[in-house]
């Protein structure tokens, strides 16, 4: 299997299977003398990892990583730091069920990634997944927590905004909330919405689609390139890869196509200190593919867990008409655990792109303004 790798200067290759003995990822293109050690990584990993609440997978994983490679330590260093090598990241898996796979390893479940895999490899790890399990997204996390270590003054933020068709109030809209519940919520009343909303699909052992926010603040004008090097459209690419994501926005995103120009265009005004000043943010901090130093706004949409426990009609590798009910411990909501990787892929794209555009300009931001 090709394609597992992601970027460019910074390049992300992950690796392992759901019910392997472990997974992880190679980092490639960090710079030499960054300080790292595991407890960096380990505070995003712990944000992510399954079984916090009753509103995610009760799958046990303590998800604790390793790092392999590509950081030293001596008396010059006054701690561990980068090397400019290649870091390797390893996560151990100890609480795999594989058993509760055995009922569909000849069918195909609804939803699933079952039949393109076989359809395409003609061999497919059914445990859990294999690959296309969710639980990869343990190493994009680990390599995210990397990237915002080369980040320096850009905040990177992810909130839920959706869950099926309940909806935050943005009015209301509170990063410290975001921390004090289980579903990533910045509204206080959405979230409680979600909780009675969640614990009836939950009982009805069915599962519900959700959005995912993602703001990073600090990003200087500049990153990305006019044609193929977009910075959107390498954020867009970042989230549709995400397992499960079937949608991406930047900014006002498909609102966008309702607008007329005058209420699309940002219009700009010089403020006092000699900055740009934005009156709006509906390109999402995008324009023409190039970071504009406004927030960096997008949004993907997660769909509905395929695994449910109601009867689904399908078919199998046998080629017969069969009904699947799919064991196992899952989320009813995935999207409230794409949050934090959803923040790791957007660290990952603009690392990438502050290191590309380092190695054209020069610079690590824009030229000086006014430019006459």
């Known amino acids: 299997m090709s394609h597992n790798s992601f970027g460019h200067l910074f390049r992300v290759t992950t690796w392992g299977e759901s019910h392997g003995p472990a997974l992880g990822c190679v980092v490639d293109g960090c710079p030499p ?19 916090q609440s009753r509103f995610v997978t009760q799958r046990r994983e303590p998800d604790e990583v390793e790092i392999l490679s590509g950081v030293f330590e001596d008396d010059r260093t006054g701690g561990p730091v980068t090397t400019g090598t290649p870091i390797s990241l390893m996560i151990r898996n100890v609480d795999q069920r594989s058993k509760d796979y055995g009922d569909i390893r000849d069918t195909y479940r609804p939803g699933h990634a079952d039949l393109g895999y076989d359809l ?20 994009r996390v680990a390599a995210g927590a990397i990237a915002r270590k080369i980040l320096p003054g850009v905040t990177i933020r992810g909130a839920l905004v959706q869950v099926g068709r309940e909806r935050i109030d943005r009015a209301a ?20 919405r979600f909780e009675a909303h969640l614990d009836a699909i939950r009982k009805a052992g069915s599962s519900v689609g959700a ?12 990153w990305g390139a006019p044609i193929y090097g977009k910075l959107d459209q390498d954020i867009a690419s970042a989230f549709m890869s995400i397992n499960a994501v079937k949608a991406v926005e930047i900014g006002a995103g498909m609102a966008a196509a309702e607008l007329t120009g005058e209420e699309n265009a940002d219009e700009m005004r010089m403020g006092n200190d000699g900055t740009i000043l934005f009156g709006s943010n509906n390109a999402g901090g995008i324009l023409g593919g190039i970071s504009s130093g406004q927030p960096v706004v997008a949004r993907f949409a997660v ?5 449910i426990l109601t009867d689904r009609r399908s078919v199998s590798s046998a080629g017969a008409d069969v009904d699947v009910r799919t064991k196992g411990r899952h989320d009813p909501c995935v999207g409230i655990r794409a949050v934090p990787v959803g923040e ?8 990438d792109h502050l290191l590309r555009h380092r190695a054209q300009t020069g610079r690590d931001g824009p030229v000086a303004f006014p430019l006459r």
Do not use: H
């Not at 003398?33 to 079984?51: S, V, W, Y």
């Not at 395409?120 to 859990?128: A, I, L, N, P, T």
């Open 173 to 192: 809209w509170d990063w410290d909330e975001v921390d004090r519940n289980p579903f990533f919520c910045p509204d206080a009343g959405a979230a409680r």
């Open 211 to 222: 959005v995912i926010e993602v703001v990073a603040e600090g990003v200087p004008a500049g």
């Open 344 to 351: 790791a892929m957007m660290a990952i794209v603009l690392a």
């Open 33 to 51: 003398g960054i300080p790292l050690t595991a407890a960096d990584i380990q505070a995003f990993l712990d944000r992510r990892k399954p079984g």
């Open 303 to 307: 769909k509905p867990t395929s695994s």
């Open 120 to 139: 395409k490899y003609s061999v497919r790890d059914y445990r859990g997944g294999g690959r296309s399990s969710a639980r990869e997204t343990a190493a």
